[in-house]
């Protein structure tokens, strides 16, 4: 049973549109809400961090969580082709637990 | 000054060998971890310490064994080397207590021949 799931994609979207990237998570228990962007080749860094239901923006980010329905989503407005890459969804629990989904690949194309 | 580093970056070995990764932090954080992401970009928890214990110990081989020996080391040494074990291993480290959130280091390819 995967605790963390995204769709793997190939998600591709033209230059300048909007991009949404869905997670859906399996423990009720989770607080803390993540997204990270790992370029090909590369270690995964943090771009966003939710932890209350709601919307939370950061320049083009905006993540959205969702707790009743265990859904966090992020889009990212005015899509860069330096925004190609693919984006991990990460939650934790209390502890020092943390679930990746499998990520979503991402292409904007110019 | 790099957060997180490992070495060595590229690790080439032949089934059976043992091999070791370090990976060490100057964030001053107290928790750091071993993951293991496979050639699907799965990106797996392995191993956590807290101020050189071992808090999590996922469902891993006994071939693998972390070592840390202080707050800002933590080791990976791994026999017995295994096709399976080919994938790239991240270390990363946080503040212990939540929330906090992960810095990961460069990352480890292992390639098992």
């Known amino acids: 049973q995967k605790e963390v799931e995204q769709n793997s994609g190939p998600l591709s979207v033209p230059e300048g549109a909007i991009a949404s990237l869905n997670c859906t998570y399996s423990d009720r228990g989770s607080q803390s809400f993540f997204w990270y962007r790992q370029y090909s080749g590369k270690s995964p860094e943090l771009i966003m961090s939710i932890y209350s239901n709601g919307d939370k923006e950061d320049g083009r980010f905006t993540a959205q969580l969702n707790k009743a329905s265990q859904y966090v989503s992020l889009l990212i407005r005015d899509s860069q082709p330096s925004d190609s890459a693919t984006y991990l969804c990460?939650?934790?629990?209390?502890?020092?637990?943390?679930?990746f989904g499998t990520g979503t690949s991402l292409t904007v194309i110019p | 000054d790099t957060a997180v580093s490992q070495t060595p970056k590229y690790l080439v070995t032949q089934m059976g060998n043992d091999k070791s990764i370090k990976c060490e932090q100057n964030l001053g954080h107290d928790t750091m971890y071993w993951y293991k992401q496979d050639s699907k970009k799965f990106l797996k928890i392995m191993f956590s310490?807290?101020?050189?214990?071992?808090?999590i110990n996922e469902t891993v081989p006994n071939r693998f064994s972390p070592k840390s020996p202080d707050k800002a080391h933590l080791n990976l040494h791994i026999n017995s080397l295994e096709l399976g074990d080919s994938a790239v291993y991240f270390c990363a480290s946080s503040q212990a207590g939540a929330p906090h959130t992960q810095y990961f280091g460069p990352g480890t390819r292992l390639t098992v021949l």
């Open positions: 310490y807290n101020n050189k214990e071992l808090i």
């Open positions: 990460a939650v934790s629990n209390t502890g020092n637990q943390f679930y």
